[in-house]
Protein backbone atom coordinates (compact mmCIF):
# COMPACT_ATOMS: atom_id res chain seq x y z
CA UNK A 1 0.00 0.00 0.00
CA UNK A 2 1.25 3.44 -1.37
CA UNK A 3 1.57 5.74 1.96
CA UNK A 4 3.32 8.94 2.18
CA UNK A 5 2.60 11.17 5.63
CA UNK A 6 3.53 14.55 5.89
CA UNK A 7 4.21 16.21 9.03
CA UNK A 8 6.21 19.84 10.71
CA UNK A 9 3.27 22.07 9.95
CA UNK A 10 2.24 24.66 12.55
CA UNK A 11 1.71 28.27 13.64
CA UNK A 12 4.21 30.63 12.89
CA UNK A 13 4.52 34.52 12.03
CA UNK A 14 5.61 36.13 9.09
CA UNK A 15 9.29 35.82 8.72
CA UNK A 16 9.81 32.83 10.61
CA UNK A 17 10.48 29.21 8.73
CA UNK A 18 9.51 25.22 8.73
CA UNK A 19 10.40 22.23 8.01
CA UNK A 20 8.04 19.79 5.98
CA UNK A 21 8.99 16.09 5.82
CA UNK A 22 6.75 13.03 4.35
CA UNK A 23 7.74 9.74 5.23
CA UNK A 24 7.05 7.37 1.98
CA UNK A 25 6.28 3.75 2.10
CA UNK A 26 4.91 1.43 -0.31
CA UNK A 27 6.66 1.52 -3.93
CA UNK A 28 10.26 2.55 -5.03
CA UNK A 29 10.60 5.84 -4.04
CA UNK A 30 13.87 6.52 -5.02
CA UNK A 31 12.97 5.89 -8.84
CA UNK A 32 10.06 8.78 -8.82
CA UNK A 33 10.12 12.40 -8.90
CA UNK A 34 8.36 13.79 -6.32
CA UNK A 35 6.27 17.14 -5.41
CA UNK A 36 4.96 19.35 -2.96
CA UNK A 37 1.86 20.61 -3.65
CA UNK A 38 -1.12 22.89 -1.27
CA UNK A 39 -4.22 24.43 -1.34
CA UNK A 40 -5.20 27.53 0.55
CA UNK A 41 -8.24 27.60 2.07
CA UNK A 42 -11.35 27.53 -0.44
CA UNK A 43 -8.63 27.90 -3.31
CA UNK A 44 -7.58 25.14 -6.21
CA UNK A 45 -4.47 22.66 -5.70
CA UNK A 46 -1.29 24.93 -6.21
CA UNK A 47 2.17 22.89 -7.35
CA UNK A 48 4.86 24.12 -5.14
CA UNK A 49 8.27 22.65 -6.16
CA UNK A 50 9.28 19.48 -7.41
CA UNK A 51 12.58 17.27 -7.37
CA UNK A 52 13.93 14.82 -9.96
CA UNK A 53 14.68 10.92 -9.31
CA UNK A 54 17.98 10.75 -11.16
CA UNK A 55 19.85 13.51 -10.39
CA UNK A 56 17.93 15.88 -7.94
CA UNK A 57 16.89 18.81 -10.26
CA UNK A 58 15.07 21.09 -8.20
CA UNK A 59 11.92 23.56 -9.57
CA UNK A 60 9.45 25.60 -7.95
CA UNK A 61 6.82 27.79 -8.32
CA UNK A 62 7.62 31.56 -8.62
CA UNK A 63 5.14 32.44 -5.70
CA UNK A 64 8.22 30.40 -3.65
CA UNK A 65 11.23 30.45 -5.53
CA UNK A 66 14.22 31.52 -3.24
CA UNK A 67 12.61 31.17 -0.05
CA UNK A 68 11.59 27.16 -0.27
CA UNK A 69 13.89 24.23 -0.60
CA UNK A 70 13.06 20.68 -1.69
CA UNK A 71 15.50 17.45 -0.87
CA UNK A 72 14.97 14.25 -0.79
CA UNK A 73 17.07 11.83 1.38
CA UNK A 74 16.34 8.10 -0.57
CA UNK A 75 17.85 5.64 1.56
CA UNK A 76 15.06 7.41 4.25
CA UNK A 77 12.41 7.39 1.69
CA UNK A 78 11.90 10.50 2.55
CA UNK A 79 11.01 14.11 0.92
CA UNK A 80 11.34 17.59 2.71
CA UNK A 81 10.46 21.01 2.25
CA UNK A 82 12.23 24.15 3.89
CA UNK A 83 10.22 27.00 3.95
CA UNK A 84 11.79 30.20 5.05
CA UNK A 85 10.74 33.90 5.23
CA UNK A 86 7.00 32.56 5.37
CA UNK A 87 4.08 34.87 4.62
CA UNK A 88 0.40 34.91 5.33
CA UNK A 89 0.17 33.98 1.97
CA UNK A 90 1.88 30.68 2.56
CA UNK A 91 -0.94 29.57 4.92
CA UNK A 92 -1.87 25.86 3.33
CA UNK A 93 -2.24 22.59 3.61
CA UNK A 94 0.85 21.15 2.29
CA UNK A 95 0.46 17.87 0.81
CA UNK A 96 3.66 15.29 -0.22
CA UNK A 97 3.18 13.73 -3.84
CA UNK A 98 5.05 11.83 -6.22
CA UNK A 99 5.38 13.18 -9.83
CA UNK A 100 6.61 16.44 -10.85
CA UNK A 101 4.77 19.83 -12.05
CA UNK A 102 3.08 17.74 -15.51
CA UNK A 103 2.36 15.03 -13.80
CA UNK A 104 1.66 14.99 -9.81
CA UNK A 105 -2.40 15.21 -10.46
CA UNK A 106 -1.82 11.51 -12.68
CA UNK A 107 -0.05 10.22 -9.35
CA UNK A 108 -2.59 11.80 -6.87
CA UNK A 109 -5.34 9.76 -8.72
CA UNK A 110 -3.33 6.81 -8.40
CA UNK A 111 -3.36 7.05 -4.92
CA UNK A 112 0.72 8.83 -4.17
CA UNK A 113 -0.47 11.32 -2.17
CA UNK A 114 -0.45 12.31 1.61
CA UNK A 115 -3.07 13.81 3.73
CA UNK A 116 -1.45 16.62 4.31
CA UNK A 117 0.31 19.19 6.89
CA UNK A 118 -1.19 22.43 7.40
CA UNK A 119 1.00 25.40 7.55
CA UNK A 120 -0.39 28.41 8.97
CA UNK A 121 1.01 31.94 9.06
CA UNK A 122 -0.06 34.84 10.73
CA UNK A 123 0.93 37.66 12.89
Known amino acids: EVQLVESGGGLVQPGGSLRLSCAAS????????MSWVRQAPGKGLEWVSS????????YYADSVKGRFTISRDNAKNALYLQLNSLQTEDTAMYYC????????????????WGRGTQVTVSS
Open 51 to 58: INSVDGSR
Open 26 to 33: GFTFGIYG
Open 97 to 112: AAGNEANWYLFKVQGY
